[in-house]
């Protein structure tokens, strides 16, 4: 048992119909998951967040979900997904999945049932109303839906989307919607699930909150621990943005989620990535509260999502996207930006690989982006979101190596022309290249899996007195310290580090070979967008 895996786990998030396609019909599948877990092996991560292969109309990437018990057949069956299952176990590669219980699509049955006759048990199962009401939310996508409201022909009725209008929102004051949560959590935990990513849950909680105050807080200890009392070791992982004063709402002192997806962070990080200035990270930690034993943060760079820039204010947001998307084409939804990391940063592998290092080195468990690794592209004629899930890129073989069905067939282009072009940026050459994104990187993670402070231990931010550094130090009884220092910046500078006990740092990992300091200033040369991860001389050579 490693009950408390998660506090140094590194996730790999997975769009399975973008990843590889083991049947040629153009869509990427499960056992294209499977076939491809040596990937993910070879980097060394230890948890697969697979995102939606739920029956589904695929109008939301699948968030759209019409059965949460079965594959779509685009996708695959279910025991494809029990072999991709057993394959992750036997690589020690955990799986999580989403959760996505706020909504259902339109073509569900339960709402199609609900629609039709208002004294079926599924018409309470959403939130209907003769008129639109006020109750607090507005539109998560405005510039696509401009209400939250609908109006249903057949339902004779307004229901209720805080997504899109084909997404109506499930009713959490109904038991009987609470018990088919549990069915579904039930089911995939019997099938070895190491959790989930639960979707929208702020939402899930303001619903169970307007039925009854103190609902929230009492759903989410109900999920909790209906997944403690059946998988001990299974996480419930929040996409809770929020402000940082309300993460002890969601995290309950250990009760509650077990890891929070840590927006106000990640919005920080991009700050700081814009301005080359490391205090909005130093600041965000000194912040944000301590999470419980029993959680923990997860931290990310980009996801399948727009950048949401919602936890900056106004002023550093209109700095971020002026850096990262100048153009118009670049933003989504008026707040966030539509891009991957690498395009975002000129595609420059040095900046690439101190982002990652940053990411690893904050406190929290990182999660990276599937094709991230090798610093791929965004495909900007899609639409919406849609522009940053794009097919993994495999080889530089037709289709990426992504699929062998014609071109015109797969789920979505691959990314062919320009300096993230598949014949420029794939796999296969940057497994071959030392010193590739992918080669750096893989060495990352599996350098954090030798620094367990990260992820157990207690943080403080060192004062380097370099505004581009962002210098932490990290200790756990267990483990020790460890250091690790990051330049935003592009210049070479040297940095100072005042702690007594500090003295005499050597490199665990670096950006480059580093020459040992000449005299005995405690100081440390790095290079622009350089990275060094130190301990403690006499941790390593006794
Ligand atoms: C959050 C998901 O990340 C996003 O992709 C989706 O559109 C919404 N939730 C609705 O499920």
């Given amino acids: 048992m490693q009950p408390l895996w998660y506090r140094n786990a590194v996730i790999y998030a997975v769009d399975p119909a973008m990843f590889h396609d083991s049947n040629a019909d153009g869509w990427g599948d499960l056992r294209g998951v499977t076939q491809r877990l040596d990937h993910l092996r070879g980097l060394g991560v230890t948890c697969l967040w697979l995102l939606p292969f739920y029956h589904s109309p695929f109008r939301d990437g699948g968030y759209d979900v019409t059965d949460h018990l079965g594959v779509d057949p685009r996708l695959g069956t279910l025991p494809d997904a029990v072999e991709l299952l057993e394959a992750a176990e036997a690589y020690g590669i955990r799986v999580v ?58 339902a004779g009725q307004y229901y209720r989307h805080v997504f899109y209008a084909h997404e109506p929102d499930l009713n959490f004051a109904n038991p009987a919607v609470r018990e088919e949560i549990r069915d579904i959590m039930r089911f995939w935990l019997r099938l070895g699930v190491s959790g989930f990513r639960t979707d929208a849950i702020p939402y899930m909680v303001h619903g169970a909150e307007a039925a009854e105050p103190g609902g929230g807080a009492d759903l989410l200890r109900e999920m909790r621990e209906f997944v403690m009392l059946r998988q001990p070791e299974a996480v419930l992982l929040g996409e809770v943005d929020v402000p940082l004063d309300e993460y002890d709402d969601y995290f309950l002192d250990g009760d509650g989620l077990t890891m929070l997806l840590n927006f106000w962070m990640n919005n920080q990080v991009f700050l700081s990535l814009a301005t080359g200035e490391a205090e909005p990270i130093h600041k965000a930690l000194r912040d944000m509260p301590q999470p419980p034993r029993l959680g923990q943060y997860a931290n990310w760079l980009r996801n399948h999502d727009e950048l949401d820039l919602e936890r900056l204010g106004e002023a550093d947001r ?225």
Avoid: C
């Fill in 318 to 542: 209109e700095t971020v996207m002026d850096t990262f998307a100048p153009d118009e084409t670049m933003r989504a939804y008026g707040r966030g930006i539509r891009r991957r990391l690498a395009p975002m940063l000129g595609g420059d592998e040095r900046r690439i690989a101190a982002a990652h290092a940053l990411l690893l080195s904050l406190p929290g468990a990182p999660v990276l982006q599937y094709g991230d690794e090798i610093g791929m592209g965004d495909d900007l004629s899609r639409n919406e979101r849609l522009s940053v899930r794009v097919p993994m890129q495999w080889s530089s073989d037709e289709n990426a190596g992504f699929s062998s069905a014609p071109p015109d067939r797969l789920v979505a282009g691959v990314v062919k022309d320009g300096p993230f072009a598949y014949d420029r940026v794939n796999v296969y050459d940057q497994q071959r290249r030392s010193g590739s994104l992918l080669a750096r990187i893989g060495d990352m993670v599996r350098s954090r899996h030798g620094l367990t402070a990260i992820g157990f231990g207690r943080h403080s931010v060192i004062d380097t007195g370099r505004p581009s550094v962002v210098a932490l130090r990290h200790e756990d009884d267990r483990d020790g310290i460890a250091v690790t220092l990051v330049n935003l910046g592009g210049e070479e500078v040297e940095v100072a580090i005042p702690d007594e006990d500090l003295h005499d740092l050597v490199d665990v990992l670096a950006d480059a070979e580093y020459p040992p300091e000449e005299d005995d200033r405690p100081s440390l040369r790095l290079n622009g967008h350089g990275y060094r991860w130190l301990r403690p001389r006499n941790h390593i050579f006794k």
């Fill in 97 to 154: 999945l989403d959760l996505v219980v706020q909504h259902t699509s339109d073509q569900h049955r339960w709402f199609q049932e609900a629609r039709a006759d208002r004294d079926s048990p599924y018409r309470d199962y959403y939130i209907w109303s003769d008129e639109p009401r006020d109750d607090g939310l507005e539109p998560i996508f405005p510039t696509v839906e401009d209400g939250i409201w609908t109006w249903d022909e057949t």
